[in-house]
């Protein structure tokens, strides 16, 4: 099992950066491919990025391709999300998952087992 802690959401002005962390407890965190999520109010969960077991593979959401990218730090049991450009649709509670499927990574909820109490990000116009 892994637990995941995310960190740094908080309130922007449209335009501006942040970056999101999430911390994950065991010693198997390379053992998994990790994903980002988000959830605005009234919407279903989406995903926004993920990324293979040794950081070597990323993927994107159209919606945010460009102006954010997961990263993750396996010597510190840790995954990114810088945020660039940040719009007001980018408001949203922001996951951070894992899953065991690691020969391809997923890019949908279903295959992420395990999941973070979220960070809430508000952009303002």
């Known amino acids: 099992q892994v637990q995941l802690v995310e960190s740094g959401g908080g309130l922007v002005q449209a335009g501006g950066s942040l970056r999101l962390s999430c911390a994950a407890s065991g010693r198997t965190f390379n053992s998994y491919s990790m994903g980002w999520f988000r959830q605005a109010p009234g919407k279903e969960r989406e995903f926004v990025a993920a990324v293979s077991w040794s950081g070597g593979s990323t993927y994107y959401a159209d919606s945010v391709k460009g102006r954010f990218t997961i990263s993750r730090d396996n010597a510190k049991n840790t995954l990114y999300l810088q945020m660039n450009s940040l719009k007001p649709e980018d408001t949203a509670v922001y996951y951070c998952?894992?899953?065991?499927?690691?020969?391809?990574?997923?890019?949908?909820?279903?295959?992420?087992?395990?999941w973070g109490q979220g960070t809430q990000v508000t952009v303002s116009s």
């Open positions: 998952a894992a899953s065991k499927s690691v020969v391809v990574v997923p890019t949908r909820r279903g295959p992420y087992e395990y």
